[in-house]
């Protein structure tokens, strides 16, 4: 005997009319991702979150920004800047200080009256040059009787008689005094410091010989007085005192 199962309940029928399909499970759908980046690659550093980086321009920043493109562009061989002189042969001030034009005046003068004084300079040496005299030339008696002339005219003088002058005609010049003191000025006069001369009879000895010292003793530590009232020694008499008497009393 074989055994089998069957559905009881396949006789009752079936409510739905027409044959059923085998179930078929349904299928999950899953939406794909909305993503650029492309499947498989590792993602890129983003350049506008970079340190010191600025963040790229986009929409319309990015339409109107205007670029530059010949940056990349090399000048021409025309335009190329020349490497810059040493310093030893630079001449120019590097400071960045200006003088004034008062400064520059001081120190250099104003032009237009060192010009006027060359212009004067140059025609004074002119007049110079033009007005020089040509020295005069004279003859051998010329000369003799001019040297002559002056002979006489010394001699005239020279021998002029001292009695020609009077007593009488000679001023005598005398100090005035305008204002006269009423006490004269007692000059002092000063004995003359005179130099004194002292002999003295000097000795050069080889050495100088100390005299010997006592030793002390034990008890009086040499000449030393001893301390203390124990070794005081005899008492002294006490000064005595003036006293008034009749005799040694001062008179009113």
């Not at 810059?84 to 004034?100: A, I, L, P, Q």
């Not at 020694?233 to 005192?241: T, W």
């Amino acid at each position: 005997m074989s055994m089998q199962n069957k559905n009881l309940y396949a006789l009752l029928g079936n409510d739905v009319s027409g044959d059923e399909g085998d179930f078929v499970a349904p299928v999950e759908i899953v939406a794909p991702l909305k993503s650029t980046k492309k499947s498989g690659t590792p993602p890129k550093a983003d350049k506008s979150k970079a340190k010191g980086g600025k963040p790229k321009a986009s929409a319309n920043e990015a339409g109107v920004k205007f670029t530059n493109k010949n940056r990349d562009a090399s000048a021409p061989k025309s335009t190329q800047r020349k490497g810059g002189k040493d310093k030893k042969f630079d001449r120019h001030s590097r400071t960045g200080r200006t003088d004034t034009k008062k400064a520059e005046h001081q120190r250099l003068g104003d032009e237009v009256e060192a010009q006027i004084e060359g212009e004067e300079d140059a025609e004074a040496e002119i007049e110079e040059e033009t007005g020089e005299a040509k020295p005069q030339l004279r003859s051998a008696a010329d000369f003799f009787a001019e040297l002559q002339a002056s002979n006489l005219n010394k001699n005239s003088k020279a021998a002029a008689p001292s009695s020609s002058i009077n007593e009488e005609d000679l001023l005598v010049k005398s100090q005035e005094a305008y204002i006269s003191g009423t006490t004269e000025k007692k000059v002092r006069s000063k004995a003359k410091k005179e130099k004194v001369f002292l002999d003295v009879n000097v000795t050069v000895t080889d050495g100088f010989e100390r005299p010997e010292r006592p030793q002390r003793s034990d008890f009086q530590k040499g000449s030393r007085k001893p301390k203390g009232k124990k070794f005081a020694g005899k008492p002294k008499d006490a000064s005595k005192k003036n006293v008034l008497t009749e005799q040694n009393f001062p008179a009113l």
